[in-house]
């Protein structure tokens, strides 16, 4: 089986900064073989592609509202993929999801193979 488990979200004012992780195991779970992604759902809303980034971190791909402000990256070493979210506004609120599929650029959720639970961000104006 495979966990993703994400952590970081939080109560942030607009403007600020939140990093978010995504720590990965699983007994034949080999990280540095997936692609990994973040998606975001706000209440009401469908869950939506945010950023992703490839097997050896080489290469990324964005949604366009978050371009120059997120950064997604990755320690294969760790296990752990990161979104080092930046100038925080109030639309970015919803709870961020990781996820790991083995192709590269998936922008879809229903392609993904492995999800985590969630974490919760929140910012105010």
């Known amino acids: 089986q495979v966990q993703l488990v994400e952590s970081g979200g939080g109560l942030v004012q607009a403007g600020g900064s939140l990093r978010l992780s995504c720590a990965a195991s699983?007994?034949?779970?080999?990280?540095?073989?997936?692609?990994m992604g973040w998606f975001r759902q706000a209440p009401g809303k469908e869950r939506e592609f945010v950023a992703a980034i490839s097997w050896s971190g080489r290469r990324t791909y964005y949604r366009d509202s978050v371009k120059g402000r997120f950064t997604i990256s990755r320690d294969n070493a760790k296990n752990t993929v990161y979104l080092q979210m930046n100038s925080l506004k109030p639309g970015d609120t919803a709870v961020y999801y990781c996820a790991a599929d083995m192709v590269f650029g998936l922008m879809s959720a229903m392609e993904y193979d492995y999800w985590g639970q969630g974490t919760q961000v929140t910012v105010s104006s």
């Open positions: 699983g007994r034949t779970f080999r990280f540095s073989s997936y692609a």
